[in-house]
């Protein structure tokens, strides 16, 4: 016969649960938390950049000002650990918004693959321009936009091995999909919804897809080719309005009608200044919505001085608020500021690719965002940056980082590429 336990009710209560109960409510968690995966992936589709959760940049708190971290340091280190090689590559699908980190991805003529394609833009009625009105581009900059730093894009594109892929899906004909989440607004939310989304057990985001490209035929009122200005410029894209929904304007604070544009490959916009010419390069650098050039590179050990500068007011000073495409270790600081020219070279040690380092990056007070909470510091660094790095006879504004143009206009770039400098000079900042 089975033993009875005469146990006392709380004790046989707190038992039931343990052996039961909790592991039921676990599985249904788990299983809440699959449908919710599924439902927000695009069938026949995959997605891009490293799985959730990871970073190339999860120890980046741990450098030196020499760019490479003490363990890097030992003596009895090998000399690859000193080479300056690419610790990070990061694409912002989103102008100002959160970036995607890859461990390789591929340059193409307007920068890395699906960086900064698309940005948001508030429309103003002009009273002197029969009341039309226009598009104005809004990012990091702009002070009320400072939670766009809390948007995050996924990039999902045709995958040919999945069970669900057909070529007649959306999804596929418009060369992928992609997924924007925001934070939903709990201020609003009766008590017992915020504590579901504390508990999991309700979203804590909103959101929504768009195609990549749009699909064909291309709708002429659904995604319209209208006039964008960028920081006042104009130029022409594709607008995507039709897609944005009016929660994601009340999350960013926006007060008038909100859109979404996407560049267009009719209206490419050139990088000039210190940027070499078409004929120079055998092809035209654009920059789609990136400021001024195609790519941003930055270094560990540079930022890791300007976090020494400015930890007073913000304890871990993390990069990603400088928004680089190319992140660097394994050089001192501000040792790129006299670069001219470096090489990429992959670890199967090929030719590899003459990159131009244009200029140095003029700091504007964008990097005062805190890229977690979306809060802007009243100060830092934009203050240390111009006390301490007005170091461009053609800039104002302090600088830190480099801007590039590579010489080839697509190539493979991958995480832990060796950085070879070809060449050393001066520099001098020509605004565009």
């Known amino acids: 016969m089975m033993p009875r336990l005469n146990l006392p009710v709380p004790v046989a209560v707190a038992l039931l649960y343990i052996l039961f109960v909790f592991p039921v409510m676990g599985m249904a968690y788990y299983e809440l938390k699959s449908r919710r995966a599924r439902a927000r992936t695009p069938k026949g589709c995959r997605k891009l950049g490293l799985h959730d959760g990871h970073s190339n940049l999860h120890d980046e708190h741990e450098y030196s000002t020499d760019g490479r971290k003490p363990a890097q340091n030992t003596a009895n280190q090998d000399d690859t650990k000193s080479t300056p090689r690419i610790k990070a590559l990061i694409a912002y699908p989103i102008k100002s918004c959160r970036g995607i980190e890859f461990n390789f991805t591929h340059f193409k003529d307007s920068g890395l693959a699906w960086d900064r394609r698309f940005c948001f833009a508030e429309y103003t009625a002009d009273e002197k321009d029969d009341g039309e009105g226009h ?197 001192r600081a501000y040792e790129e500021d006299a670069w001219k020219m470096i090489r990429f070279v992959s670890s199967d040690k090929g030719e590899g690719v003459d990159v131009h380092v244009c200029c140095r990056t003029v700091r504007c007070k964008l990097p005062n965002v805190d890229p977690d909470t979306g809060e802007r510091h009243a100060v830092e660094p934009d203050k240390t940056l111009r006390g301490t790095r007005v170091i461009d006879a053609g800039a104002k504004g302090g600088c830190l980082g480099m801007m590039l143009v590579p010489s080839r206009p697509d190539f493979k770039i991958s995480v832990g590429d060796e950085v070879r400098v070809v060449s050393t000079g001066e520099h001098f900042y020509k605004r565009t």
């Open 135 to 331: 598009w104005d581009a809004k990012t990091l900059r702009n002070g009320t936009f400072s939670r766009l730093a809390l948007v995050r894009p996924e990039i999902w594109i045709p995958d040919p091995t999945s069970p669900s892929y057909d070529k007649r899906l959306h999804s596929v004909k418009s060369d992928g999909v992609l997924l924007i989440f925001y934070p939903r607004d709990t201020s609003r939310l009766p008590p017992w919804t915020r504590l579901g989304i504390k508990l999991g057990l309700l979203e804590s985001e909103e959101w929504f897809s768009i195609p990549l490209n749009p699909p064909p035929p291309q709708d002429a009122s659904t995604y319209p080719l209208e006039e964008l200005r960028l920081f006042s410029i104009p130029t022409r894209a594709t607008r995507y309005s039709t897609h944005v929904p009016a929660s994601l304007a009340e999350f960013l604070g926006s007060k008038k009608p909100l859109g979404l544009f996407r560049v267009h490959s009719g209206h490419v916009r050139v990088a000039v200044g210190n940027a070499p010419s078409e004929r120079e390069l055998g092809y035209v650098p654009d920059k789609a919505f990136s400021d001024e050039y195609p790519l941003q590179m930055q270094s560990m050990g540079s930022l890791r001085d300007m976090h020494g500068r400015t930890k007073y007011a913000i304890p871990q000073l993390s990069v990603r608020r400088f928004r680089p495409n190319v992140v660097v270790e394994g050089v």
